[in-house]
């Protein structure tokens, strides 16, 4: 009976005081809510500097305010803009790509910036001001970018069929071909191939991409987002489009790795900072958004991240570049390529219209014989007994009840 | 016949627990490569310890799943109490099926409508944070509810419906006879269904992620955020440590229980079950004449 009573004071006990925990705020600190891709920030692991924590002691140096950095992460950029969408306005700082910021500049969900608080944004290179997502740059301040290329296993590819799309679609590596598993990606690698615009309106363009993928489809082991890493690094896998950065965290733990950018071009990205609307610390965001553009924090960033950083002061720090050397000889020609050489474009927004049939043609894709047939059978096979069980069960003993 | 059914048990255990002791021997791996094991080491297990969001993550999910199961387990017990001493038949049933629909639903389902609800109001009442930390316990003790009833109606229903009025027969108040002589029998199912809500909400993702806020990220959500890069496997380390701290609860929890009461527990069980089996057999041998 005690034992009982015990147990039940002690869960009303450590509810009080977990609650006490989380109530527990001080009063004087201020909460920013950055909202971030995952692992997409110096964190203060391995080594590295503790971007957030060298924030919080920057600020109460500087302004003399107690600050906490509260610092959440996302893994897609419509994941974020859902979570955004949805109507919970507690963030102060997103970082999302070049696509999702032009939607939501339509769509009035972020602030304008008060650049006058960001002085250190002179030092992004002009190549990434005024950019089309963001034209009078009123909204955005860009905080990594980064191409598409490929990943190749030098021990299984031969060098001569490297420099082209087409490795992708050559049947000589059946089944060791990687490809994206969403249809942004995916359809972009067809339509780099064939030098379609990868924002092209026009259905008849999309239905030659969704050819040559269907086409590609017998030599694609498969489908793929993050597992990329393992498959590439493990070597079950010889060729992948893939993020330059991301190849340079590849090539660390197998250096038989090496990348090439295809000579028909290919994708750009630009992950920038915002602040959406609803934010209540306007201008601790600004001054967040200020530091990590000063030359310390942004360098960790870069050297923590893989990502090509858009900073000037990055891009010219020794640190860094012995850094990246250090890490993969090629890294800064891999990152930051002669932009004559491969040419590029951004993805832009689609209209519903255009999202539609690329939707429409995707599902086509990947529905398409995806299981075999012989699963189809396997299922209707055990469909057909477990009913034919149940129907035997119920007829015995409807004769059983019956016979009484 | 004998081999077989002990290959079988060996084959399901085999499927169950290999991808745990993968997991715990990649924690130990020197780099984070997940197809080759290069070499033993604490390495991840420092860089854990050094890693402040994944605690912070850790924190918040061991706070959420404490008081989301107390809370659930003191609601669940009081209802269960009240579905028990209802007369009408009719309203019993359907309120036992109305609680069962969280559990039924899609956690999908569950954790939209939620979300929705939770903005709707918020935005009613005017809150900046439509989405915080009590959101997201109101949503898990909304799933949680369910498992704890349907643990502790049972034991309601197995108790001697005649203790509690004897027990006020010998002079207790009804207050008295429930704290005295009912809870103690219905103790092991609130245990079972704490334990239950403890852990489903330990490793729930799609509700968290749908009524989580700003202000607090659980493990499941900073995992899945990871995969925009890759897992590091110092989330490995973590799990290995969850694991073998679940393993020495339960053994712990096995050991007490085996020491003082298991024993005797499970006499009177076997008891109860001949009584039973008597009285039926009596009852259908009486039927037959």
């Known amino acids: ?404 | 016949m004998k081999i077989l059914s002990k290959t079988y048990i060996a084959l399901i255990l085999a499927i169950m627990y290999i991808p745990i002791l993968v997991l715990m021997l990649f924690s130990f791996n020197s780099t984070n490569n997940t197809g080759v094991f290069t070499g033993f080491s604490f390495y991840w297990y420092q860089e854990l310890f050094r890693s402040a969001e994944t605690f912070a993550a850790l924190k918040n999910t061991l706070i959420l799943a404490v008081s989301s199961a107390v809370t659930a387990t003191l609601i669940g017990t009081a209802a269960s109490l009240g579905l028990h001493r209802m007369r009408s038949k009719f309203l019993r049933g359907t309120i036992t099926s109305l609680t069962n629909i969280p559990m039924m639903n899609p956690d999908i389902v569950t954790g939209i409508s939620m979300m929705l609800l939770f903005v709707f109001v918020g935005t009613r009442l005017g809150s900046t944070e439509k989405l915080n930390f009590w959101t997201l316990l109101i949503a898990h003790v909304t799933f949680n509810l369910p498992y704890v009833i349907l643990n502790v109606t049972p034991k309601f229903r197995q108790m001697d419906k005649h203790l509690p009025e004897a027990a006020q027969d010998l002079g207790c108040t009804p207050v008295q006879s429930f704290f005295k002589v009912e809870l103690p029998c219905i103790m092991p199912g609130i245990v079972t269904g704490f334990i239950m809500a403890f852990t489903l909400s330990l490793d729930d993702f799609v509700i968290s992620y749908f009524c989580s806020g700003s202000d607090f990220q659980t493990l499941p959500i900073l995992i899945y955020s990871m995969t925009k890069k890759e897992v590091k496997p110092d989330i490995y380390a973590l799990s290995t440590l969850m694991i073998i701290a679940i393993l020495a609860l339960l053994i712990l929890s096995n050991l007490s229980n085996g020491r003082d009461d298991g024993l005797a527990r499970l006499h009177n069980w076997r008891s109860r079950v001949r009584e039973k089996v008597q009285t039926r057999r009596e009852a259908k041998g009486g039927g037959a004449k």
């Open chain 1, 1 to 404: 009976m005690k034992r009982s009573f015990r147990f039940l004071f002690l869960m009303a006990a450590s509810l009080m005081l977990l609650i006490m925990l989380v109530s527990c705020d001080g009063k004087d600190t201020i909460t920013l809510n950055v909202y971030n891709w995952g692992e997409y920030i110096s964190d203060g692991s391995e080594g590295t500097l503790d971007v957030n924590a060298a924030f919080e002691e920057y600020y109460y140096e500087t302004y003399g305010q107690k600050v906490k950095v509260n610092y959440t992460t996302y893994a897609s950029n419509e994941d974020m803009y859902a979570k955004l969408r949805s109507g919970s306005t507690g963030y102060d700082i997103v970082i999302p790509s070049e696509y999702m910021i032009q939607r939501m500049i339509n769509e009035g969900m972020l602030e304008e910036l008060d650049f006058d608080n960001i002085p250190n944004f002179e030092y992004i290179a002009p190549e990434f001001r005024n950019q089309y997502y963001d034209p009078d740059n009123l909204y955005s301040v860009p905080y990594t970018y980064g191409m598409v290329g490929i990943i190749y296993n030098t021990k299984m590819v031969d060098e001569a069929d490297i420099g082209s799309w087409d490795l992708l679609w050559n049947e000589k590596y059946t089944g060791k071909i990687l490809q994206f598993n969403n249809a942004r990606d995916a359809f972009g690698t067809a339509m780099y191939y064939q030098g379609i615009d990868v924002n092209t309106k026009d259905r008849a363009q999309w239905e030659i991409a969704v050819n040559l993928l269907k086409q590609q489809k017998p030599l694609v082991q498969g489908y793929v987002m993050d597992e990329v890493f393992n498959k590439m690094k493990g070597e079950s896998a010889a060729i992948a489009p893939y993020y330059a950065g991301d190849y340079l965290t590849m090539y660390d733990s197998n250096d038989a790795l090496a990348f090439y950018y295809p000579e028909e071009g290919t994708n750009v990205f630009v992950d920038a900072m915002c602040i959406p609307k609803g934010s209540r610390q306007k201008n601790v965001a600004e001054a967040y958004i200020n530091f990590m553009l000063t030359e310390e924090i942004a360098v960790a960033n870069a050297e923590y991240i893989g990502y090509a950083s858009p900073n000037l002061l990055v891009r010219e720090s020794e640190d860094y570049i012995a850094y990246m050397e250090d890490w993969h000889e090629d890294a800064m020609t891999i990152l930051y390529p002669d932009t004559a050489s491969v040419p590029t474009q951004y993805y832009h927004m689609l209209d519903a219209e255009t999202q539609a049939i690329s939707n429409e043609l995707w599902e086509q894709l990947k529905i398409e014989s995806s299981v075999g047939d012989t699963v189809h059978v396997i299922a209707l096979v055990i469909v057909v007994i477990c009913t034919a069980f149940f129907l035997w069960r119920f007829i015995l003993k409807k004769y059983r009840t019956s016979q009484y």
